[in-house]
DNA sequence: CCCGGGTCTTGACGGATGTCAAGACTTTTC
DNA sequence: GAAAAGTCTTGACATCCGTCAAGACCCGGG
């Protein structure tokens, strides 16, 4: 009768079977960054992993369930990365500081991560079943640009002159792009970033 | 002996192959735009033109020159995009409404082809055949920016506050937010993007 | 001890893809 | 008008992919 409703047929452990979906996301995370999202095989991931190809389709339906699980997987990362800088600076130029070299700091340690991010991004534009997903991490970023520029503001004893989701736009364009030239070898990518956000968060300070 | 060096082994016609290459990459790029980088086949884009699949290899060494190839033919669609904006302008306040009108039609008009564009640059950061000509676009959009916020500037009798590649990253930021949205289907996407525009072009500006 | 359910591996399937060789059709050339 | 060069189609190849079924392994409870 094939009694398999879709999840949960397990007895005791029910948290070991999260923690496996949990480290074959986290194998399967590594693939994605090295290879991207067409070319990361189910295969290649089990390979990176300690299991085989097979298992896959134990932990998850298909391919997709897997990068969707990834990706929200991948969104925990990213939520408090600042969280730390606004927490500690005390001047509007101190913020900057930090935030600048924040953003340099995660585009050295994880590119992987964050060419996959645009990847997965992108090719939400062409499946709509990662739309979802993609939108949700994207307020998720959005929440926490928001964060660093609401206490910038608060720091400079003035008001944002941009809405959210302006201010979540600018600062990602200028670290696609920084990220852009650092894959790609350019040497002076990261100190171009750190010069461009010297120059746009005054800018987003009502006058 | 094979005699077959790389290319140009045609006598008479030397144009008939260019012809049929640009006929090729149109439908190519139909075809990308529908399906994205990395779903579109060989098979499909031939397809989608009036040849069969194996003429692909008479006109394009492989499938990355044809889709190099197409990149840098999208790359001639681009370049002139604003240029009546700029022409047409006679007060700051007139360019940015005509600036940020040309880019919400483009949305409308073309999203298959920005969609591609997104893709394949994200594509870029994981094959690295694919920089070379993603890096010389992106160059000439940010040329094209800077025309628009080079007139804008002198039409609003200021200079200039931020360096050209910082005034590409925050637009096409901001285009690239709208594009998403749009393509998901959020119906407000366009015209927060002319707001933003609106907010964003006084910003840079020198005072 | 063994029995049963959860876990994982192995191997196979059908299909899709890039590539290319062989040849057919078309156009040019003498 | 026949031969040659250029153009295009057909069909096949090796390979890779996602998926899944069959069974082996492991481990605790009877």
């Known amino acids: 009768m094939s009694a398999m409703a879709t999840r949960t047929m397990r007895k005791p452990p029910e948290d070991k079977y999260d923690e496996r979906r949990r480290a074959l996301a986290e194998s399967a995370l590594r ?16 390979h990176n992993s300690e299991f085989s190809h097979g298992v896959v389709h134990y932990y998850f339906r298909d391919k997709l369930e897997l990068i969707v699980y990834c990706v929200q997987e991948y969104k925990k990362t990213c939520v408090t990365r600042y ?22 700091e995660t585009i050295i340690d994880e590119a992987p991560m ?16 990662l739309r979802e997903a993609v939108t949700a991490i994207d307020r998720t970023l959005e929440d926490m640009v928001w964060r660093v520029v609401t206490r910038y503001a608060e720091l400079a004893d003035a008001a944002p002159a941009l809405t959210p989701n302006a201010a979540y736009g600018v ?3 200028v670290f696609q792009q920084a990220l852009l030239g650092h894959v790609g070898g350019q040497d002076g990518a990261l100190s171009v970033l750190d010069a461009q956000v010297h120059e746009l968060m005054p800018l987003m300070l009502r006058r």
Request: net charge negative; glycine share 8%; proline share 2%.
């Open 31 to 46: 693939t994605l960054g090295e290879l991207g999202y067409a070319r990361a095989s189910l295969r290649e991931i089990a």
């Open 83 to 104: 969280d730390g800088v606004v927490a500690d600076a005390t001047t509007p130029e101190g913020l900057v500081d930090a935030f600048a070299a924040k953003l340099a």
């Open 114 to 129: 964050h060419r996959l991010w645009y990847d997965l991004r992108a090719q939400s534009m062409f499946e709509e079943h």
């Open 171 to 173: 600062l990602d364009g």
